[in-house]
């Protein structure tokens, strides 16, 4: 079945480490997003990458590191720089970024808690 | 300016009730894309609707039904007769043609439907 697989479901992070959440998407699609949600607040998008070896800063980068070595996969890493990292996360593709209006389609999401 | 606001933050209704949930859009673009999402318990948000500025024909997919007022800048969505699996959070999002594929999201519906 064509995709988006986030990986894990639930993490538990201890303050001052890294921890890596995983973005798979079999859909050919060139864009691929990053969100952060929380509590009774809209999505925030954290980066986004409209090709391979390419990304861009969203609103709230700071603190994340993402890259995009195959089409298919794009990583993010929650650093020990975040703030507050504690979140839910969600990773979304779209055909293309340049063109506005291309539908966005997400993952299931990943649970981040820092502990 | 991008902005859409979701006035609605929790609505409950009794199952078979119809219940709307409104949307109101700010934009400067002419050509412009509304979406709707749905995020059920599990945290996916799964794609509704696509519309774009030019069609404003209200657009009915079994009990659901959106209503597109470019007048009052709202986008409007009625569940009809509604049922326990609609409880969810629901998103409307914004999408400019002329801003990349930069979503603005608004903050969330939760809606319970009470059996």
């Known amino acids: 079945d064509g995709g988006i697989t986030q990986s894990p479901k639930y993490l538990f992070r201890k303050e001052g480490q890294n921890v890596t959440l995983s973005c798979e998407q079999n859909?050919?699609?060139?864009?691929m997003y990053w969100y952060r949600q929380d509590p009774g607040q809209g999505l925030r998008l954290i980066y986004y990458?409209?090709?391979?070896?390419?990304?861009q800063k969203g609103d709230i980068a700071e603190g994340y590191s993402v890259s995009r070595e195959k089409k298919e996969s794009f990583p993010l890493t929650v650093t020990s720089a975040q703030k507050n990292p504690t979140a839910f996360y969600l990773c979304?593709?779209?055909?293309?970024?340049?063109?506005?209006?291309?539908?966005?389609?997400f993952g299931e999401g990943s649970w981040l808690t820092v502990v | 300016a991008q902005k859409v606001t979701q006035a609605q933050t929790e609505i409950s209704v009794v199952e078979k009730e119809d219940v709307t949930l409104d949307c109101v859009y700010e934009?400067?673009?002419?050509?412009?894309?509304l979406f709707w999402y749905k995020q059920p318990p599990s945290g996916e948000l799964v794609f509704l609707i696509r519309?774009?500025?030019?069609?404003?024909q209200n657009e009915i997919s079994g009990r659901y039904s959106w209503n597109f007022q470019k007048s009052t800048s709202s986008f409007n969505f009625t569940i009809t007769a509604s049922q326990v699996v609609d409880s969810a959070v629901y998103f409307c999002?914004?999408?400019?043609?002329?801003?990349?594929?930069?979503?603005?999201f608004g903050t969330g519906t939760s809606l319970t439907v009470i059996p």
């Open positions: 990458s409209q090709i391979v070896n390419d990304f």
């Open positions: 859909l050919n699609h060139d864009a």
């Open positions: 999002a914004l999408s400019g043609a002329n801003t990349g594929n930069q979503f603005y």
């Open positions: 519309r774009n500025s030019f069609d404003e």
């Open positions: 934009t400067r673009d002419t050509t412009y894309y």
């Open positions: 979304a593709s779209s055909i293309e970024v340049v063109v506005g209006g291309n539908t966005i389609y």
